[in-house]
C-alpha cells in the first residue's frame, strides 16, 4: 500500500510539470514544516519594527525632557509631568486688531481682569525632604506643614511655584503703571516696596533666561528708518501644564489661610539691615493706618 501511494503522487506531479509552458516549473507549496518556521519569523520582524518605532519616538521624547531639565533647577514638576514646547509666534503689534489677547487690556477691562487674576492663585504645594533638597534648599530652613494640622507626616514642606510669583510681579507692575497704583492695602511706602520687589524679580528673571532669540526689521509706510518687527517665534513651554499641576498637587487655599505659625519651630531671624527695613515698612504702614 505504502509503495502505490507513492508512485501515485509521483505520476500525478510528473503530469502536472507536463502541462506547464517550455521553461516554467511548478510554483513550490509551502509545507507544513516551512510555515511553522516562516509566520514566526514575520511576526518578529513586524515585532521589532514595532518595537524600534516606539523606542524612537520615546528616545525622542526623552531626549527632549532632558534638555528641559538639563537648563533648569530641579522641581517636582518634572517628576510626573513632561513638558511639552511648540513654536509660537508672539503677536507684537502696537495694534491690538479685533481680538486682542487677554494680557493686552487694561485693569479697567472685567475680561483682562479675570485672565490675569487666574494667575493670582499663587496656591501652596507639599513637598518631600528630597525634593527640597534636590533644589538646593535646606529643609531646616522650609517651613513645614505640620502633621498635628494637615496630617501629611513629619517631614512634608512647604513650597509653590515661582512662575505664578513672576506673573503675580508683572500684574503688580501693569496695575500701578495704567491706574497710578497696584490695589494694595497699606501705605504707599509698603506699595512702593511691592512694587520695587517685583521690578527687581522680573528683571533678574530675564536676566537669568536670558533668550538669545532675535527681532528682525520692516520698512514700514510712513517710517525714515527700519522698524522693528516684535512679533519673533520661541519655543514655547505649555503653561497650561503648570496650571493643571498646580491644582492637582495645592493643598487645599480655605484652610491654608486658618494655618498659623506653630510654636517651638525654628525661625530664621532677619539680617540686620533687612530687620530695620522691614520694622521700618511696619511703623509707616502704622501711621497710614492712624
Not at 136 to 153: C, I, N, Q, R, T
Not at 175 to 184: D, I, P, R, T
Not at 251 to 275: A, F, I, S
Amino acid at each position: 500500500m505504502g509503495g502505490e501511494k507513492t508512485e501515485r503522487y509521483s505520476s500525478d506531479n510528473e503530469s502536472t510539470e507536463a502541462l506547464l509552458p517550455e521553461g516554467k516549473t511548478k510554483p513550490s507549496i509551502p509545507t507544513r514544516r516551512q510555515l511553522n518556521w516562516t509566520v514566526p519569523l514575520v511576526l518578529n520582524v513586524l515585532f521589532f519594527i514595532s518595537f524600534g518605532m516606539l523606542v524612537a519616538s520615546i528616545r525622542q521624547k526623552t531626549s527632549l525632557q532632558s534638555a528641559i531639565e538639563a537648563t533648569s533647577i530641579y522641581t517636582p514638576v518634572f517628576d510626573d509631568t513632561d513638558i511639552h514646547v511648540t513654536t509660537t509666534q508672539l503677536n507684537g503689534s502696537l495694534h491690538p486688531g479685533p481680538q486682542p489677547g487677554p494680557w493686552y487690556g487694561l485693569p479697567t477691562n472685567p475680561i483682562a481682569e479675570a485672565a490675569w487674576n487666574e494667575f493670582e492663585h499663587i496656591r501652596t504645594i507639599p513637598l518631600t525632604k528630597a525634593q527640597v533638597l534636590a533644589m538646593g534648599k535646606d529643609p531646616s530652613l522650609v517651613a513645614k506643614f505640620e502633621d498635628s494640622f494637615w496630617g501629611m507626616g513629619e517631614e512634608t514642606y512647604v513650597g509653590a511655584l515661582d512662575f505664578f510669583h513672576q506673573i503675580h510681579c508683572l500684574n503688580m507692575l501693569r496695575k500701578a503703571a495704567f491706574s497710578g497704583n497696584a490695589g494694595l492695602a497699606g501705605s504707599k511706602a509698603q506699595e512702593v516696596v511691592h512694587l520695587q520687589h517685583c521690578t527687581d524679580m522680573l528683571m533678574q528673571h530675564m536676566l537669568c533666561t536670558a533668550d538669545a532669540g532675535m527681532i528682525t526689521y520692516q520698512w514700514r509706510e510712513g517710517n525714515e528708518y527700519p522698524f522693528p518687527d516684535f512679533s519673533v517665534q520661541r519655543e514655547c513651554r505649555d503653561w497650561r501644564q503648570l496650571v493643571e499641576w498646580r491644582d492637582g498637587h495645592a493643598v487645599d487655599l480655605e484652610r491654608y489661610k486658618e494655618y498659623r505659625k506653630p510654636e517651638g519651630v525654628e525661625v530664621v531671624p532677619w539680617g540686620e539691615e533687612e530687620g530695620k527695613f522691614m520694622r521700618w515698612i511696619d511703623e509707616v504702614g502704622e501711621k497710614h493706618e492712624h
